[in-house]
């Protein structure tokens, strides 16, 4: 009997359900600007040596040189011979928008990368001298134009972590796949690019351990303070971990917002609720507009992006290490969040944005989020909102980055985040589908996923940053 | 510039990110167990007397009987003549468990209804006696066994609010279609059922409103009080009721919790990172293992549900009012709650359960929710876990009560709802896929969607009702 109450009356302890010391050593951890392990003027230094001990060169080639990824004869997809990693299909995607998802209408078809698995992007941080650290890796990805740059811990696809590779060989993925509950800090699916992906999602992580972790010369333990330091360089902080630190919790000192959590959840649910996005997965090779080159799968006039082939040579260049497709866009892009202070507290302008590959018809976006270029044969009125303020904004410029979109996907394509004060020619009232937030309410809606799109993740990755160095102190 | 300036930095009140406010008030409704406008007892009669100005018959119908609706030659999908409400197809679903998706595998085909909009389904709350009252709607539905029940002020499908049908003929839809944003409680997309709707969801809503609200024979003001104890009755409250109010925010007033927030988050993203659930949409013709006959399509061993058809007629029984197809259960479903105190904290024990409807392969569900027949022919290793236990509760049920689902899409199809104090045999460690959390953790996940299904919310509100009205009072 004794057994049987132990059983249903175990010694419990119970946790309080927020994790106020989560915050405390976050912000101690965003305050720190010179870490235990590296100095942040050294990062530069050891990514151009680990870019120098890889020796990877990366090529575009003709589709007909990639071993193993073909494109199927019934459909014209791209698929690699195994049936894994990825596939580029085709998708046609209806919108109909305005009050009750009855107004305007759009309609098209575009390439989309399709890759239902769920990924791991992990973090690992560790407690070193009284400071959270942040172990970052110097990551090889095809795709950026630097080829190196401070990636999470961990990036793992499922093949990875199922060991359908026979055995892992992604380092530290145990922490993450084999996850001890009490260590977690951050763990939340968060969709990737809307407009190139296909309901993509991984999982966001970040873990804290008290073990011994090797040295590795492709890991470093920072700080937030130094990660923040480095937000302000171009092409330097990889877009997995850009959308993994925005997870992060932070503690909000102001009195209040605009609008309360549930004023701005109301909002959001309007958003969704009007938008109404049907999509349809259709043959690649049926695609309207886009036609297939020996070189490319691009649009019939030249805009938006390129599906091309990649070949990554090692150091003797005669070896081929492997060949894969990527998505290479026209033209750098443009992601902004127009800023404003309302009753002393900083707002961001957010724009909820309807996509064809979101899971759920809008997720929430920068108040700019485009690539210039595929507009200029549009006359001004179509061309996005507040795309002009954000082009002009001069010395209103709060915070400005070139940064990669993920380098295993995306080849040379690139972003310019801003942060931008508004002028006057932004209405406090903003028009239908916009909505200010403070930075912390979208930190509690990045707890869930979907709700921030990724390139809002990064400019409040950005934000963060900004706020840990303000422009000019860097 | 004085206009300038003002539009730059207008007077602004920012408010509090919390609304503190409507916690207290919704916890003295709760308390509230006699309402201003009618006694909880009339509640009965004045549903009858609905019932009985309604005087409406159903009956099943062959299909060929159907007006308007047909089975579409080239798909066998059951649609209506104007493209419009929803149709029925098939579904082909295919599932990977296990510790990373790659574990036990199930595929299965099966009808499901497709309905892309989203519908409102609102209740209005006004202050009355310093007490907030829902306005409570008795509404008659062609599924219901007993017709009316009590439903939301307003259930109401795009083409209502948008018009289409000519300007609106729902009563108070204006307080949710022209939403007064300060006067918001409660406002989130939640999905229907996973395992017979594809990808549907519902605004959820809940407004205040200070207006004078004209008296109307089918609508009556009542306290959370009454409502609760309402919900103790069988058939009373319908599943859209009981869904928005499982969506009201609840003061926590415990310590903590078995598991942070953070913690089940974590758990959560877990369990939909691991399941692989691919869905495919087939026409309704080709679903293997169903038949169609004059009167029904049913599964060839008589299990899960049928579609059938059925005609609504007025007082003479001559004109039928309208015809429509509805599925119907092939019995009586079972849905529980197992709960136990942890730390003198009640928790209860939620299953990620994986659906072939859901828009993200799992959502939260009670402990046990499963049609027993439906595993009758299976041996005991192979019925669902925890079934037998809640079926032997006997005097461990703290709750119970027989509830309809929705009356416009279902006949007949009910199910029991039980909240069960656990024994012994239940583990405090649950077994993979189970987690104990408590009723304020799942208020909490109820302010977005997607988290917690259908069913899994109504047990909410019946442990809300259960609380402020514990079962042997009533």
């Known amino acids: 009997m004794l057994a049987m109450t132990a059983q249903l009356n175990p010694p419990t302890t119970l946790r309080t359900r927020g994790n106020a010391s989560h915050l405390h050593r976050i912000a101690l951890s965003a305050a720190t600007r010179q870490g235990a392990h590296m100095r942040t003027e050294d990062v530069r230094a050891w990514l151009a040596q680990r870019r120098h001990a890889n020796v990877l060169t990366v090529e575009r080639v003709p589709f007909a040189d990639l071993d193993q990824w073909h494109f ?4 014209g997809d791209l698929a690699h011979a195994s049936g894994r990693f990825f596939t580029i299909e085709g998708l046609h995607v209806v919108e109909h928008d305005g009050p009750h998802g009855d107004g305007p209408y759009r309609e098209w078809q575009q390439p989309v990368i399709r890759q239902p698995e769920v990924g791991i992007l992990g973090i690992l941080c560790k407690e070193i001298d009284g400071v959270l650290h942040f ?10 134009p630097n080829l190196v740059q401070l990636s999470p811990t961990v990036q793992a696809t499922r093949s990875n972590y199922t060991g359908a590779h026979g055995g892992s060989s992604v380092k530290l993925l145990e922490h993450f796949a084999d996850l001890d509950r009490e260590q977690v800090v951050v763990d939340v699916l968060q969709a990737e690019q809307g407009s190139w992906f296909f309901r993509k999602s991984n999982r966001n992580m970040i873990v804290e351990t008290s073990a011994d972790i090797a040295q590795d010369e492709d890991f470093r333990w920072l700080t937030l303070g ?21 997870c992060l919790p932070y503690y909000d000192p102001n009195p209040g917002a605009l609008h309360s959590d549930v004023q701005l959840l109301s909002w959001f649910t309007g958003e969704r609720a009007r938008h109404d996005v049907r999509t349809t997965r259709i043959p690649l090779a049926s695609v309207e507009g886009w036609k297939r080159g020996p070189d490319a799968v691009e ?3 030249g805009r938006y992006f390129k599906v091309v082939a990649v070949a990554v040579r ?58 210039p270029r595929n507009y200029e044969h549009l006359p001004a009125s179509q061309r996005p909102a507040f795309l002009d303020v954000v082009l002009q904004a001069g010395e209103r410029i709060r915070y400005e980055a070139v940064h990669s979109e993920e380098g295993g996907r995306f080849l040379n394509t690139r972003c310019r985040y801003l942060i931008v004060e508004a002028d006057a020619q932004v209405p406090s009232e903003p028009p239908r589908g916009f909505v200010w937030a403070t930075p912390a309410q979208l930190t509690t809606l990045a707890r869930h996923g979907h709700y921030l799109n990724v390139e809002a993740r990064t400019l409040l990755a950005c934000l963060n940053a900004a706020s840990a160095w303000p422009r000019g102190v860097v």
Chains 1, 2 share one sequence.
């Open 226 to 246: 130094q990660i923040a330091e480095l937000l302000h360089e171009d092409e330097t902080v990889n877009m997995n971990a850009r959308s993994v630190l925005s």
């Open 72 to 75: 199927v004869p019934s459909t």
């Open 135 to 144: 172990l970052m890796q110097a990551k090889m990805e095809p795709g950026n």
């Open 299 to 301: 649009h019939e006039d």
């Open 314 to 371: 090692g150091s003797n260049r005669e070896r081929v290490s492997w060949t894969q497709p990527l998505l290479e866009s026209v033209d750098m892009g443009v992601s902004a969040f127009l800023v404003r202070d309302f009753g002393g507290v900083r707002h961001v302008l957010v724009h909820a944005r309807a996509d064809g590959g979101f899971l759920d018809t809008v997720e929430l976006a920068p108040t700019v989020q485009c690539t």
